[in-house]
C-alpha cells in the first residue's frame, strides 16, 4: 500500500515538474521569437532600403527578464522531476523489498 502511494506521489510530482518545464521553454521560445521577428524586420528595411528603419525600444530588457523568469521556471521543473523520479524509484525498492523488511 505505501508502495503504491508514493509511486503516484512520484507520478504527481514529475507530472507538474513537466507541465513547468514546458511552460517555461515555452515562455523562452516566445520571448525570442518576437526579439528575432524584430530584428530581421529592422534588417530588411535596412537593407532594401527604405527610409523609415523601426527601432524597437526596450525589447532585450522585457526579453531578458522573461528569459530569467523562466529560466527559474525550468530549474524548478527539472527538480521536481527528480524528486519524482526518486519517488518512483522507492516506490519500486520498497515494493520488491517489504517482504524482507
Known amino acids: 500500500m505505501l508502495a503504491t502511494i508514493i509511486a503516484v506521489a512520484g507520478g504527481l510530482v514529475c507530472t507538474g515538474g513537466s507541465i513547468m518545464t514546458a511552460y517555461g521553454a515555452n515562455n523562452t521560445l516566445k520571448a ?28 532585450p530588457r522585457q526579453t531578458e527578464k522573461a528569459m530569467a523568469h523562466d529560466a527559474k521556471l525550468v530549474k524548478g521543473g527539472v527538480k521536481l522531476l527528480v524528486a519524482g523520479f526518486i519517488l518512483q524509484t522507492l516506490s519500486v525498492l520498497f515494493s520488491s523489498l517489504w517482504p524482507y523488511l
Do not use: E, M
Open 32 to 59: 525570442l521569437r518576437s526579439s528575432l521577428g524584430a530584428h530581421d524586420l529592422t534588417i530588411t528595411r535596412y537593407v532594401t532600403g527604405q527610409h523609415i528603419v523601426p527601432l524597437f525600444a526596450g525589447l
